[in-house]
């Protein structure tokens, strides 16, 4: 299974970025795909999960600003991210397994980098 992540740049304070990742090679539709995120001397935080039925779930850090989703027919999903603060900043990693925050398989990350 390969992940590709893609869509990391540059935003100022209050901006907004949109985060995808494809999922290929021998990928089955009803893993639960995710996202995490590790800031400089920071441990790895988990940001988000969508389910192969589409559930979704976020830490509290993000909820409310990030909404996470799938279109599981292309195995890709996406993380929106509103409302971005410096404290957003990191390298984002997307991720798919079994678990309900699935670090199984793991994709190269995406910086994202938000100016106050």
């Known amino acids: 299974v390969q992940l590709q992540a893609s869509g990391g740049g540059t935003v100022e304070a209050g901006g907004n970025l949109r985060l995808s990742c494809a999922a290929s090679?021998?990928?089955?539709?009803?893993?639960?795909m995710g996202w995490w995120r590790q800031a400089p001397a920071k441990e790895r935080e988990w940001v988000a999960t969508i389910s192969g039925t589409g559930r979704t779930d976020y830490a509290n850090s993000v909820n409310g600003r990030f909404t996470i989703s799938r279109d599981s027919a292309k195995n890709t999903i996406w993380l929106q991210m509103n409302m971005l603060n410096p404290e957003d900043t990191a390298v984002y990693f997307c991720t798919a397994g079994v678990a309900s925050r699935p670090t199984y398989y793991w994709g190269q990350g995406t910086q994202v980098t938000v100016s106050s």
């Open positions: 090679g021998n990928f089955y539709s009803n893993y639960n």
